[in-house]
C-alpha cells in the first residue's frame, strides 16, 4: 500500500545545502518524492551552542512500513557520515519521519507523529510550505495551524538561492 510519508531533513556541518540536496536524492530509493520545501535556515533548538542549520521537509510516496522508512533513512544518514556524538548535537545530516498518513505509532525507537513536530518552526514553516492541510493525526489541527499557534521565536528563513528547483 503507497503512503504519504512526510521527513524534515537538516544539516548544520560542511556544505549544508549539497548536504540536504544529496539526501533527497538518495530519498529516491525508498519511493517517489512528491515536494520539496524551500531550504529554511533556523537556529538551533534546545542544544544552541552551535551552527545554524537548513532545513527542509520533503513528501514522499512510499510502500515502506514506517519501521522500514526510519531504517531507511538511518542508513542514508549513516552513509552519509553522520556521526552521533553528542544528544540534539551538529551533524551534517539530520532526517526524521514526521507524519505518514494518518498512523499512530507508539513503539521503542519509532514515534509517529514525530513527537515535537507541533512545537517546531524549522518543521512545522517547510511543512506548511509543501502540505499546508496535512493533519496531526492526534492533535487533529493541520500544519497550518499549528505553524499559527507557535509562540514567537524560533528563526526559521527560506532561502530561495538554495531550492531544489524539483524534486
Not at 14 to 20: P, V, Y
Not at 24 to 33: K, M
Request: glycine content about 6%; hydrophobic content about 45%.
Amino acid at each position: 500500500m503507497v503512503e504519504v510519508a512526510y521527513l524534515s531533513l537538516g544539516s548544520n556541518l560542511g556544505d549544508r545545502a549539497a548536504n540536504l540536496r544529496v539526501a533527497i536524492a538518495e530519498l529516491n530509493a525508498a519511493g517517489f518524492v512528491r515536494a520539496v520545501s524551500a531550504f529554511y535556515e533556523t537556529q538551533p533548538v534546545d542544544l544552541e551552542d552551535q551552527p545554524w542549520f537548513l532545513n527542509c521537509v520533503v513528501s514522499i510516496e512510499t510502500e515502506k512500513t514506517p519501521r522500514e522508512l526510519l531504517r531507511f533513512v538511518l542508513s542514508v544518514e549513516e552513509a552519509m557520515g553522520r556521526l552521533r556524538m553528542r544528544k540534539k548535537g551538529p551533524r551534517k545530516i539530520d532526517i526524521d519521519v514526521v507524519l505518514m498518513g494518518d498512523r499512530v505509532v507508539d513503539e521503542p525507537g519509532l514515534k509517529l507523529p514525530h513527537p515535537a513536530m507541533h512545537r517546531r518552526r524549522f518543521v512545522l514553516a517547510p511543512l506548511a510550505e509543501i502540505a499546508p492541510e496535512a493533519r496531526h493525526p492526534v492533535l487533529g489541527k493541520t500544519a497550518r495551524e499549528l505553524l499559527a499557534e507557535l509562540p514567537p521565536g524560533q528563526t526559521a528563513r527560506p532561502l530561495e538561492a538554495d531550492t531544489p528547483k524539483d524534486p
